[in-house]
């Protein structure tokens, strides 16, 4: 069995992660909600000091969060797996995509953002890509390239773009397209965002898609004062929801669980997060996750 060009094939699986692609061939049908308030008392008094020199592209939340994700699934590979074409396929690098809106306004456009990680990228190592992409993609007249793509079929007679858009999204189905035409697409990303918080919502689930890769969605809502419950009493602290959509056929709920504790306690420890990705957590932080 052939891997592909973004992925080697697993064929070593366990018998239940081999027949449920069979059983479930659709990851739309095979979502997977979480839904979390995170406490934001640490992440601010790190966010305050990583902005303590007053650096040019401030550090902020959506950072903090993406960087946890990519230290999370790069310490925990199986997050990195997708099914396609009921075959199971761990990818050759993480990447993380979201959507930037150069101007909010109800016309404003929307570009894209793609980020490359890398085992020995920190959080500074984000926070200058995509510093880099931002100032990129926050010019109007910059169109990303998926959607360049995407506005050359629409271009062209219907007649002669709608068989065309067919065959490849058959293709895309075999995993035999072109990798010049989705090698920006966030949906063949490992992990792809939405900051709801920056358009002022609370929060939201979004769901998986069955073309593309992307096993993994994340959405952060807007923060704001909220109810915690410790020890019987309710504090209000500054807080944020974050939900979480996964397909459950690429690891059973017990890897699931340790991941998302890893994620949450990442969070609570975000000094771990000047450390490169790929360096582990101590044995017994790692027990603490249990």
Request: charged share 25%; glycine share 4%; hydrophobic share 40%.
């Amino acid at each position: 069995m052939r891997d592909r060009f973004d992925a080697k094939y697993l064929k070593d699986v366990d018998s239940m992660h081999f027949i449920m692609p069979f059983m479930f061939p659709n990851r739309c049908d095979n979502e997977t909600f979480f839904s979390f308030q995170i406490d934001l008392t640490e992440v601010q008094k790190y966010i305050d000091r990583k902005n303590a020199g007053s650096p040019e592209y401030k550090y902020n939340l959506f950072q903090c969060v993406i960087a946890a994700t990519l230290k999370t699934i790069t310490l925990r590979s199986r997050l990195s797996v997708f099914i396609h074409d009921r075959r199971m396929y761990k990818r050759n690098e993480i990447t993380a995509a979201f959507t930037v809106k150069q101007e909010f306004t109800d016309d404003g456009g929307e570009v894209l953002a793609f980020i490359h990680s890398r085992p020995d990228w920190t959080i500074d190592d984000l926070h200058n890509e995509l510093h880099r992409q931002l100032l990129k993609l926050k010019n109007k007249a910059y169109v990303d390239e998926s959607t360049s793509v995407m506005d050359q079929f629409n271009r062209i007679p219907k007649w002669i773009s709608r068989p065309v858009v067919s065959a490849i999204t058959s293709l895309e189905r075999k995993g035999a397209v072109i990798p010049a035409l989705v090698k920006t697409d966030p949906y063949h990303s490992t992990v792809n965002f939405a900051n709801l918080g920056s358009i002022g919502l609370p929060g939201g689930f979004h769901h998986l898609t069955n073309w593309g890769t992307t096993s993994l969605f994340i959405v952060v809502g807007k923060m704001g004062r909220m109810p915690f419950y410790e020890n019987e009493q309710v504090t209000f602290k500054d807080g944020v929801n974050l939900n979480i959509t996964v397909d459950e056929r690429i690891a059973n709920g017990f890897y699931f669980s340790t991941s998302i504790k890893l994620n949450h306690y990442l969070r609570q420890h975000p000094d771990l997060l000047d450390r490169p990705f790929k360096e582990n957590l101590s044995d017994e932080a790692f027990a603490s996750l249990k």
